[in-house]
């Protein structure tokens, strides 16, 4: 128990401080919304070695304290919704496919953090015209979608046998 409370505690702490050092990098693209997500590596890490229900916990922690810790508790609405479904989707996809796919289950999983944003924004501005944006949204979450992967897959193999819940 107590090996597995640490393993989840340095997970979590992985993905604070990758989200938070994301956030203090200028956007990529000046496009609203569309940012890297880098700390979705460790929950795609997570979901893989350490198993869905510590995975769970480990993203729900890293979304309320990088809202805490960021000063961003505007966007914890947008980060809860997108994450959840995102969850949800590579929990869906996690039996069907292989360790070396794992960039696939990324990209599935960032379309779905896009459909949670989107379903945020719609409830938050009361119209669903901000659904014009999600073709942006989509394009954006394939090409982070698959180097969050690409990262996620490289880390499983560097860390196999290293990280024993």
């Not at 890490?45 to 805490?68: E, H, N, T």
């Not at 961003?72 to 929990?91: E, I, N, R, T, W």
């Not at 690409?150 to 819940?165: D, F, S």
């Amino acid at each position: 128990m107590a090996k597995r409370l640490t393993t989840d505690a340095l997970l979590l702490t992985a993905a604070l401080i990758i989200f938070i050092v994301e956030a203090q990098i200028p956007p990529v693209v000046p496009v609203p919304g569309v940012k890297l997500g880098l700390a979705n590596i460790i929950t795609v890490y997570a979901i893989r070695r350490v198993g869905p229900k510590d995975a769970f916990l480990i993203l729900i922690a890293r979304i309320i304290l990088g809202s805490v810790f960021a000063g961003q508790m505007v966007s914890f609405l947008y980060s809860l919704g997108g994450g959840l479904l995102c969850f949800a989707a590579m929990l869906l996809v996690r039996r069907i496919l292989k360790e070396d796919q794992l960039w696939v289950a990324s990209v599935i999983g960032a379309i779905f953090h896009n459909v949670g944003q989107t379903i945020v924004a719609i409830a938050v501005f009361g119209t669903v015209n901000v659904a014009f944006y999600f073709p942006v949204l989509l394009l954006s979450g394939i090409v982070t979608g698959v180097f969050t992967g690409v990262a996620a897959q490289a880390l499983v193999r560097r860390m196999n046998g290293k990280i024993k819940p």
